[in-house]
C-alpha cells in the first residue's frame, strides 16, 4: 500500500475518533444531567418520605416534652457530645435548632475539673469559656451549677479566683449551686453569698478530700440575702454551725453530713439547737459523732417538727448524745427513718436501741423504716415494731453480732386478727441473717405474707457467714428459689444473696 493511500486512512480514521470522542461528551453530559436529577430526585422522595415519620409529625410541645425528659434523666449535664442535650443535637437540622431554641434544656451544667494539670490558669479559662456559651442557650432563665474538683492537687490561686468571679456575676441567676473542692479552695470561693441570690433555692458545700486534717473545717456560712433557699447541704469532716448565718426557718431539707473516710473522727455541734430554728423542715439527713460541747442533759430542750417526713442518720460513734439527741426530738408526721451505722467497730456496737422512743412517737404515720448495721436486741425490736402497724416497707441488717435474731419467725403472720400481728401492712421486705437461718421458717414467712392483703411484694435475705465452718449458703439459696418460685411467679420480686457479716 502506497504512502498517500496509508495517510488517508489514518486522516479518516483520526476524523471518526473525534467524532467518537463528541458523541461520548455528549453521552457524558446527559449521564451527569440524569444523575443530578436522579440525586435532586432521590432527595425529594426521602424528605417526603420523611415528612410521613411519625415523628416528624409530632407536635413541637410533646417533642419539647421528650427532649426536656431526656435532659431530667441524666444523672449529671456536662458538656459531653455523646449524652443529652449535645447528643440530641447531632440528630439532624431540625432538632439542632428546636434544642437550641429551648432555654429549659441548658438550665444545669455541672464542670468538672482534673485532678491535676500543668496549667490551671488555661483550664480555668477554657472552662468558663464552655459554661459562657452554654448558658447563654439559657436566655434568661434561672440556672444551676455543679463545680467539683477532687482535690489531688491543689488549683492555683489566681485559677480560683476566676471561678469566684464568675460565680458571683452569675449569682443573681443561680437556682441550684453545688460546690465540691478542699477546705483551702471552697474558702476562696464563697464571695457571692455576699451578693444578693434570689433565686437560690438549693446550696450543697461538701468537702472533696477524702483525708481531712485537724484544719480542714469549713469556712462560716453567711447568706446575706437568700429569701428562697429551701435546700442546704454540707459535708465535711467536722462541723460548726453553730456561727453560721442562714435562713433556718425557711428551709425545707437540711443535710449535715461527713464526705470524709471512717478513720476520720468527725465533730460537731448540738444538732437540736439548729434543728429548732428549722420549723419547716421535710428532708432531714445528719451524721452523729463526737460533740463539740457535751450537751447538758437537764438543760436538752425538746424539739418537735411538725412537718418532718423523712429522717436519715449515719452513726459514727457512739456517744450519750444519740440518745439524748433522740429522746428530745418530736416527729409526729415521719414518715421514713433510716439509721446506719458507718463506724470502724466490728460490725457495730453491742446495742443501739436510742432510736426506737423517737421511732415509737412517729408509729401512726411511720411507714418505711431502715436499720444499716445496727444491733438491736430482739425484745425491744419486736416491741418497737409491734407499734407500727402502718408501716410498709422494712429494712433491717444487723451487724456480725445480731445476726441469729428471730425477726424471720416473728414476721410470720398467723391466723390471729390483723391488729395482733406484727407489721401486718408490710409490702416490702429486706433482712439479714445468719447461714444457721431455717429455709423452713423463711418460707413460711413469705407465704403467709404473700397471702396477706395487702401481700407482699419484694423480699431481700442475705445471708451472711461469721464462722469458719462449712459455708452452706449456696445451698440454701437454692433451696430457697425453688420454694419460693411459686410466688414468684405470682408477682413476688425476690432477692437471694450471700453478704459479708459486716455489710
Known amino acids: 500500500m502506497d504512502t498517500q493511500r496509508i495517510s488517508h486512512l489514518l486522516a479518516e480514521q483520526k476524523l471518526e475518533l473525534e467524532l467518537i ?122 440556672i444551676s451549677l455543679i463545680f467539683q474538683h477532687p482535690s489531688s492537687s491543689p488549683i492555683t490561686p489566681g485559677a480560683l479566683m476566676s471561678l469566684d468571679k464568675e460565680i458571683l456575676t452569675l449569682g443573681c441567676r443561680i437556682e441550684e449551686l453545688s460546690l465540691r473542692f478542699s477546705p483551702l479552695a471552697l474558702s476562696s470561693l464563697l464571695t457571692f453569698t455576699q451578693s444578693s441570690l434570689p433565686h437560690l433555692r438549693r446550696l450543697e458545700l461538701h468537702n472533696s478530700n477524702p483525708l481531712p486534717s485537724s484544719s480542714d473545717n469549713p469556712p462560716l456560712l453567711f447568706l446575706h440575702d437568700a429569701p428562697n433557699l429551701r435546700s442546704l447541704s454540707v459535708a465535711w469532716g467536722s462541723l460548726n454551725t453553730a456561727q453560721f448565718c442562714v435562713p433556718w426557718s425557711k428551709l425545707t431539707q437540711l443535710s449535715l453530713q461527713y464526705d470524709a473516710s471512717p478513720y476520720w473522727n468527725p465533730v460537731h455541734n448540738d444538732y437540736l439547737n439548729v434543728l429548732r430554728e428549722c420549723p419547716n423542715l421535710k428532708c432531714c439527713s445528719i451524721g452523729i459523732g463526737m460533740t ?66 423517737f421511732i415509737s412517737r412517729s408509729a401512726e404515720t411511720l411507714e418505711n423504716l431502715s436499720f444499716d ?102 445451698k440454701t439459696i437454692i433451696e430457697l428459689r425453688e420454694r419460693l418460685n411459686q410466688y414468684v411467679e405470682g408477682g413476688l420480686q425476690l432477692y437471694l444473696m450471700k453478704a459479708k457479716p459486716t455489710g
Open 292 to 357: 463539740i460541747l457535751d450537751a447538758d442533759i437537764d438543760a436538752v430542750v425538746p424539739v418537735t417538727l411538725l412537718n418532718l417526713e423523712s429522717m436519715k442518720v449515719r452513726l459514727f460513734c457512739q456517744t450519750l448524745y444519740t440518745r439524748q439527741f433522740f429522746d428530745a426530738l418530736h416527729a409526729p408526721k415521719l414518715h421514713t427513718f433510716e439509721f446506719q451505722n458507718v463506724s470502724l467497730s466490728m460490725g457495730a456496737f453491742a446495742s443501739q436501741t436510742e432510736p426506737l422512743p
Open 21 to 142: 470522542k463528541k458523541e461520548l461528551d455528549r453521552a457524558r453530559a446527559e449521564v451527569l444531567r440524569l444523575e443530578a436529577k436522579h440525586f435532586g430526585t432521590m432527595e425529594v422522595v426521602q424528605k417526603l418520605e420523611a415528612l410521613r415519620s411519625p415523628v416528624r409529625r409530632m407536635p413541637i410541645e410533646i417533642m419539647t416534652k421528650v427532649f426536656e425528659q431526656c435532659v431530667q434523666d441524666e444523672e449529671s449535664q456536662e458538656p459531653d457530645p455523646l449524652r443529652a442535650p449535645l447528643l440530641l443535637c447531632q440528630v439532624c437540622g431540625a432538632w439542632r435548632d428546636l434544642m437550641f431554641s429551648l432555654p429549659c434544656l441548658w438550665r444545669r451544667i455541672k464542670v468538672g475539673f482534673p485532678s491535676q494539670t500543668p496549667n490551671w490558669e488555661n483550664v480555668m479559662q477554657s472552662k468558663i469559656m464552655s459554661m459562657h456559651v452554654w448558658i447563654s442557650r439559657a436566655k434568661a432563665l434561672p
Open 373 to 474: 448495721t445496727i444491733n438491736i436486741p430482739d425484745v425491744d425490736m419486736l416491741s418497737c415494731l409491734s407499734q407500727l402497724h402502718h408501716l410498709k416497707h422494712l429494712r433491717f441488717l444487723p451487724g456480725p453480732l445480731q445476726l441469729n435474731h428471730n425477726l424471720v419467725d416473728s414476721l410470720i403472720l398467723s391466723g390471729a386478727p390483723q391488729g395482733t400481728s406484727i407489721c401486718p401492712r408490710l409490702e416490702s421486705l429486706s433482712l439479714k441473717c445468719s447461714k444457721r437461718v431455717s429455709t423452713d421458717r423463711v418460707t413460711e414467712l413469705v407465704e403467709s405474707r404473700c397471702s396477706a392483703s395487702p401481700k407482699l411484694g419484694e423480699f431481700c435475705l442475705q445471708i451472711a457467714a461469721f464462722d469458719y465452718g462449712q459455708d452452706s449458703r449456696d
